[in-house]
């Protein structure tokens, strides 16, 4: 039996399976735009906080939380707009604090805390 070889793409489909709790497979729609991505030069890191965000963004939203798929993250005119979005996040924590705690409508969230969210996006 051979061992499944890891490109860089199947690489960050795992880590977008691992962030996300989701199970989705390698195939082609789901690895297209991952390798498109990889390919205009963004890292890994940058990758993975586009992710990160997303998945706060959208995981517990009934709406969009089937839009929470590689297809969608890794859409030629969505990425470039999400890492965008992640700039908006390290660059005003604060607003994106109020945010996140309307958006799930709790009294105190993991964007509560400016370290957690310095650790998480750098």
Same mark, same amino acid.
């Given at each position: ?6 490109? %860089?793409? $199947?690489?960050?489909? /795992?880590?977008?399976?691992? $962030?996300? &709790? ?10 297209? &735009?991952?390798?498109? *991505? ?8 940058? $990758? ?7 998945? !706060? ?12 798929? %590689? *297809? ?10 999400? $890492?965008?979005? *992640?700039? /908006?996040?390290? /660059?005003? %924590? ?19 805390? !400016? ?6 996006? &750098?």
């Amino acid at each position: 039996m051979e061992a499944e070889t890891i490109t %860089p793409e $199947i690489e960050v489909l /795992n880590l977008f399976n691992q $962030i996300t &709790g989701h199970r989705h497979r390698a195939g082609k729609a789901n690895i297209s &735009g991952i390798k498109r *991505v990889l390919k205009e030069g963004y890292t890994l890191h940058e $990758i993975q906080e586009v992710i990160q965000l997303k998945t !706060i963004q959208w995981k517990n939203d009934a709406k969009m939380s089937d839009h929470l798929n %590689p *297809v969608t993250i890794f859409r030629d005119c969505n990425f470039d707009k999400y $890492i965008n979005q *992640v700039l /908006n996040v390290k /660059n005003n %924590p604060k607003l994106y604090q109020k945010y996140y705690e309307q958006l799930n409508k709790i009294e105190r969230s993991a964007a509560d805390d !400016i370290d957690d969210l310095k650790a998480m996006f &750098g």
